[in-house]
């Protein structure tokens, strides 16, 4: 059968020949024969066969031809596997990351202003840490897609930093960062449709009990949650301290803004956290007023941030991109580390609506929880960057946008509130940044409650605010049983700069309430949906689209995995 396989591959029309809609399942069906069948041994065939299932598969990529020419050579693979193709273009992906990286730090030299080199240095900061994650999927092939989503998001987020200058038609440096990032991203995409084909699914980062998926909700309180009501994975030593009523005892350091604790900052107390720790590392905040920005590294896992109440334990800071600061460094809070949880704090950016883009709390961690917290700035104020990310009875305040990035999240519980921007300026709700159909990416607003701060209910007559406005060409937000207040203008959704309007996007609502809430006049775009199947609108709940890729917030924090 196999010399036949040679000879029917040799002799096979070309597959762009006779398309069908279900061209991807004959695809998949004949790859897993090729592979199957094809022998696996060193002889001068083999190159050549290789060569063949690589054009095939190339075809079905975004990007054929640099799929081609990034695989078909590759010398480190001479053995199919069902997974070998997959495998292959993500260590292609890793070797774009790695000369992406290598690049940018041959720039150092390069003569720049002030605003191209603070855009150059996000730059290099993201691809090392495209390189960081891609090297993960060595330890774990199934976490793959989303280490690829999110070195698209660290992509993004490069060439933002000359966009928010105004660089890109006139920095060589924008340039040469431009050319070098297509090449990386094509590669990407090029990946991440692979695994599309491939079995690959989010339930395979599902970690919650067989007793937690057949009830649908999960029902966990401090203080008072049994250890079955909290997620499985959850250690039994979490699980007793999201219990305690005495946190600050059990936390492993104590932040003190009068040298009560072991630390007097947030920063100092970050900076002593182990590297790669597999265990919760609690640093509890006692109140008090935190003029510093953070970052937390990628280095720096499960860190956890308890404060003693919002609007107590507040962490502020100003930087905007109108003090030359690009987006991604203005943020009071910024966070890599997987695993990081906050609760009870508040986080905010007081550059106010004049300084344009300015992040109160940025994170890119992956499993991320925020329960029982203030986010508050006007443009940009949260910045869900990458990874997956859960937000529990928050509240979140802003003006343009302030609800935006690349990141696959659920806002549940919570208020979302919208403050009176610049007089010349309307308000959009989310802004999301999604570039590739394939990126396991969306923002989801469940049961919340969207209204208007006191500024701008005095005048929001004169002014529009919307649901969102797409960041990206495949943007997908849901808002789905939430209050909509009357401050939504009867369109719903706003067009992005330059009037994008994609047919790809997908904008749903589903069985909202409130005065804002009627879709009769809203946007007629084809990625538009007033959603009326249960069934459409699980795909967007915590069970489907967080839990379902792997991950159950670890606060204790009672949910929903379902629709209401």
């Given at each position: 059968m196999a010399t036949n396989l040679k000879s029917y591959l040799?002799?096979?029309?070309?597959?762009?020949?006779?398309?069908?809609?279900?061209?991807?399942t004959q695809f998949l069906s004949l790859l897993i024969v090729v592979l199957v069948f094809l022998p696996v041994n060193s002889n001068q065939d083999y190159h050549h066969d290789w060569k063949t299932i690589v054009k095939w598969v190339c075809h079905q990529a975004p990007y054929p031809i640099r799929c081609v020419s990034s695989m078909a050579f590759n010398p480190a693979y001479r053995k199919?596997?069902?997974?070998?193709?997959?495998?292959?273009?993500?260590?292609?992906?890793?070797?774009?990351?790695?000369?992406?990286?290598d690049f940018a730090a041959s720039?150092?030299?390069?003569?720049?202003?002030?605003?191209?080199?603070?855009a150059w240095q996000d730059c290099v900061e993201l691809f090392k840490d495209s390189v960081?994650?891609?090297?993960?999927?060595?330890?774990?092939n199934d976490e793959a897609p989303i280490w690829l989503s999110t070195a698209l998001a660290n992509r993004e987020a490069c060439l933002n930093g000359f966009r928010d200058f105004n660089l890109t038609a006139t920095s060589t440096i924008a340039a040469l960062m431009s050319t070098t990032t297509l090449n990386l991203s094509e590669m990407l995409s090029n990946s991440l449709s692979m695994y599309s084909l491939s079995t690959w699914s989010l339930t395979n980062r599902h970690l919650l009990s067989t007793k937690d998926q057949q009830n649908g909700d999960l029902y966990s309180h401090y203080g008072s949650a049994t250890e079955e009501e909290f997620p499985q994975w959850l250690g039994a030593t979490e699980r007793n301290l999201l219990q305690s009523s005495s946190l600050a005892a059990q936390a492993n350091v104590v932040v003190a803004k009068d040298g009560s604790g072991n630390y007097r900052t947030i920063g100092e107390a970050v900076n002593a956290a182990p590297q790669q720790s597999s265990k919760r590392y609690v640093i509890y905040i006692k109140a008090g007023l935190y003029k510093e920005n953070i970052d937390i590294p990628s280095q720096k896992t499960n860190l956890m941030f308890i404060g003693e109440g919002r609007d107590k334990t507040v962490?502020?800071?100003?930087?905007?991109?109108?003090?030359?600061?690009?987006?991604?460094?203005?943020?009071?809070?910024?966070?890599?580390?997987?695993?990081?949880?906050?609760?009870?704090?508040?986080?905010e950016n007081t550059a106010g609506p004049e300084k344009h883009q300015a992040v109160a709390l940025r994170i890119g961690s992956d499993r991320s929880v925020v329960h029982r917290c203030s986010i508050k700035g006007y443009q940009d104020t949260l910045?869900?960057?990458?990874?997956?990310?859960?937000?529990?009875?928050?509240?979140?305040?802003?003006?343009?946008?302030?609800?935006?990035g690349y990141a696959a999240v659920v806002i549940q519980n919570s208020n979302i509130i919208a403050r009176r921007p610049?007089?010349?300026?309307?308000?959009?709700?989310?802004?999301?940044?999604?570039?590739?159909?394939n990126e396991r990416s969306g923002i989801s607003i469940h049961n919340c409650r969207i209204s208007a701060a006191p500024d701008l209910q005095r005048v929001k007559g004169s002014i529009n605010t919307y649901l969102g406005r797409p960041w990206g060409k495949y943007a997908r937000v849901v808002v789905m049983q939430s209050v909509v207040g009357d401050l939504i203008a009867p369109a719903g959704w706003s067009e992005f700069e330059g009037n994008l309007a994609p047919s790809t996007l997908y904008y749903?609502?589903?069985?909202?309430s409130g005065a804002g809430a009627a879709t009769s006049g809203r946007v007629n775009w084809p990625g538009y949906h007033v959603i009326t199947s249960a069934s459409e609108a699980s795909k967007f709940t915590v069970g489907q689209f967080i839990s379902g890729d792997g991950w159950i917030p670890a606060t204790g924090v009672r949910y929903t995995s379902g629709l209401k």
């Open positions: 040799r002799n096979r029309k070309s597959p762009n020949e006779g398309k069908t809609q279900n061209s991807k199919p596997t069902l997974d070998i193709l997959s495998t292959v273009a993500v260590q292609v992906s890793l070797q774009g990351a790695q000369n992406a990286r720039l150092h030299n390069h003569t720049m202003d002030e605003k191209e080199r603070a960081y994650r891609l090297n993960m999927n060595t330890i774990n962490v502020t800071g100003s930087k905007s991109v109108a003090d030359g600061v690009t987006t991604f460094k203005t943020a009071t809070v910024g966070v890599s580390g997987d695993g990081f949880i906050a609760r009870d704090m508040t986080f910045y869900v960057f990458s990874f997956c990310q859960f937000y529990s009875e928050v509240d979140i305040y802003g003006t343009v946008d302030f609800i935006f610049l007089d010349h300026q309307g308000n959009t709700i989310t802004a999301h940044g999604r570039s590739d159909p749903g609502e589903y069985m909202n």
